[in-house]
Protein backbone atom coordinates (compact mmCIF):
# COMPACT_ATOMS: atom_id res chain seq x y z
CA UNK A 1 0.00 0.00 0.00
CA UNK A 2 1.30 3.65 -0.78
CA UNK A 3 -0.27 6.60 1.01
CA UNK A 4 0.02 10.05 -1.38
CA UNK A 5 -0.48 13.69 0.59
CA UNK A 6 -1.43 17.12 -0.62
CA UNK A 7 -1.70 20.02 0.32
CA UNK A 8 -4.38 21.91 -1.18
CA UNK A 9 -4.45 25.61 -0.70
CA UNK A 10 -7.78 27.19 -1.85
CA UNK A 11 -8.70 31.14 -2.98
CA UNK A 12 -10.08 32.39 0.47
CA UNK A 13 -13.99 32.60 0.06
CA UNK A 14 -14.00 29.59 -2.55
CA UNK A 15 -14.03 26.89 0.03
CA UNK A 16 -17.48 26.00 -0.79
CA UNK A 17 -17.03 25.72 -4.19
CA UNK A 18 -13.82 23.88 -3.95
CA UNK A 19 -15.79 21.45 -1.82
CA UNK A 20 -18.36 20.93 -3.79
CA UNK A 21 -16.40 20.29 -7.28
CA UNK A 22 -14.43 17.50 -4.93
CA UNK A 23 -17.46 15.99 -3.77
CA UNK A 24 -18.41 16.01 -7.70
CA UNK A 25 -15.09 14.40 -8.49
CA UNK A 26 -15.00 11.69 -5.88
CA UNK A 27 -17.03 9.37 -8.03
CA UNK A 28 -14.08 9.64 -10.85
CA UNK A 29 -11.55 8.93 -8.62
CA UNK A 30 -12.78 6.22 -6.80
CA UNK A 31 -13.51 4.12 -9.85
CA UNK A 32 -9.49 4.56 -10.66
CA UNK A 33 -7.58 1.67 -11.30
CA UNK A 34 -5.40 1.16 -8.10
CA UNK A 35 -7.77 3.19 -5.40
CA UNK A 36 -7.99 1.72 -2.45
CA UNK A 37 -9.30 5.15 -0.59
CA UNK A 38 -9.14 8.75 0.14
CA UNK A 39 -9.98 11.44 2.64
CA UNK A 40 -10.06 15.06 2.23
CA UNK A 41 -9.53 17.34 5.83
CA UNK A 42 -10.01 20.85 6.29
CA UNK A 43 -6.86 22.90 8.11
CA UNK A 44 -8.27 24.25 11.10
CA UNK A 45 -5.55 26.68 11.12
CA UNK A 46 -5.99 27.66 8.04
CA UNK A 47 -9.54 27.38 6.91
CA UNK A 48 -8.13 28.28 3.05
CA UNK A 49 -6.09 25.08 3.21
CA UNK A 50 -6.71 21.35 2.64
CA UNK A 51 -5.28 18.00 2.89
CA UNK A 52 -6.15 15.44 0.82
CA UNK A 53 -4.95 11.60 1.51
CA UNK A 54 -5.26 8.84 -0.73
CA UNK A 55 -4.20 5.35 -0.51
CA UNK A 56 -3.07 3.06 -3.23
CA UNK A 57 -2.73 -0.69 -3.82
CA UNK A 58 1.30 0.08 -4.73
CA UNK A 59 3.53 2.81 -6.58
CA UNK A 60 3.08 0.79 -10.17
CA UNK A 61 -0.77 1.78 -10.17
CA UNK A 62 -2.10 4.03 -13.19
CA UNK A 63 -3.59 6.09 -10.69
CA UNK A 64 -3.45 9.17 -10.84
CA UNK A 65 -0.69 10.52 -8.67
CA UNK A 66 -1.09 13.73 -6.41
CA UNK A 67 1.32 16.81 -7.71
Do not use: W
Request: charged content about 20%; overall charge negative; glycine content about 6%.
Amino acid sequence: MLLEVAILNIIAGKESEFETAFRQAEPLIMAMDGYVSHQLQCCLENSSRYVLFGQLVDVGSPYPRFP
